[in-house]
Antibody, heavy 122, light 110 residues
Framework: QVQLVESGGGVVQPGRSLRLSCAAS????????MHWVRQAPGKGLEWVAI????????YYADSVKGRFTISRDNSKNTLYLQMDSLRAEDTAVHYC???????????????WGQGTLVTVSS | QSALTQPASVSGSPGQSITISCTGT?????????VSWYQQHPGKAPKLVIY???DRPSGISNRFSGSKSGNTASLTISGLQAEDEADYYC??????????FGTGTHVTVL
């Protein structure tokens, strides 16, 4: 069955960096675009970034553009989110999610991980 | 990119139908049929219940249906059940090749 397992969250000071990972299994990872979505405590969902199935295309929300970098290693079935210059407002549970459409992107998320909490605080 | 607008809360009695609206612009909801809906129970990851405006993933009850008119998409839950009590979010593709979620709606089953 499809599984997505995030890791790498924790407490970090403002201005510092953190890298999240998402280990995928149960499907052909290299066929699917992947997304990061986050949710601040008690708040709604916020789309963060997408990477195409082959890693050629990447798009970001304005709130993280220039600070976050999405990447993937299809040989390791792993998705990453490098988060630099972290701010208090980046505090959230970060989810990785699979795009619904194989070989393309639909911006529908059919499988989600359990999320990893990032807390930015001094 | 501003969040899509949803009502903060909607309620209904068991067996009734409710509809949640999701209003965007011609740059997102109105411009594409890439609208999806997610159900989220407390402490859980979101779950896809509608995609492509009105399609249901395998395993999702046919009590969930979606539609769109202009810049507003809607999710209807018919035959409301206690297990439907949750937060619901819409999402759309945008002209900037990004995604945008709605503000979220809490559904209460009275």
């Amino acid at each position: 069955q499809v599984q997505l397992v995030e890791s790498g969250g924790g407490v970090v000071q403002p201005g510092r960096s953190l890298r999240l990972s998402c280990a995928a299994s149960g499907f052909t990872f290299s066929n699917f675009a992947m997304h990061w979505v986050r949710q601040a405590p008690g708040k709604g969902l916020e789309w963060v970034a997408i990477i195409s199935y082959d890693g050629r295309y990447k798009y970001y929300a304005d709130s993280v553009k220039g600070r976050f970098t999405i990447s993937r290693d299809n040989s390791k079935n792993t998705l990453y989110l490098q988060m630099d210059s972290l701010r208090a407002e980046d505090t959230a549970v970060h989810y990785c999610a699979r795009d619904h459409r194989s070989g393309g992107s639909s911006y529908f998320f059919d499988y989600w991980g359990q999320g990893t909490l990032v807390t930015v605080s001094s | 990119q501003s969040a899509l607008t949803q009502p903060a809360s909607v309620s209904g009695s068991p067996g009734q139908s409710i509809t949640i609206s999701c209003t965007g612009t011609s740059s997102d909801v109105g411009g594409y049929n890439f609208v999806s809906w997610y159900q989220q129970h407390p402490g859980k990851a979101p779950k896809l219940v509608i995609y492509d405006v009105s399609d249901r993933p395998s395993g999702i009850s046919n009590r969930f249906s979606g539609s769109k008119s202009g810049n507003t998409a809607s999710l209807t839950i018919s035959g409301l059940q206690a297990e439907d009590e949750a937060d619901y979010y819409c999402n759309s593709y945008t002209t900037s090749s990004t995604g945008v979620f709605g503000t979220g709606t809490h559904v209460t089953v009275l």
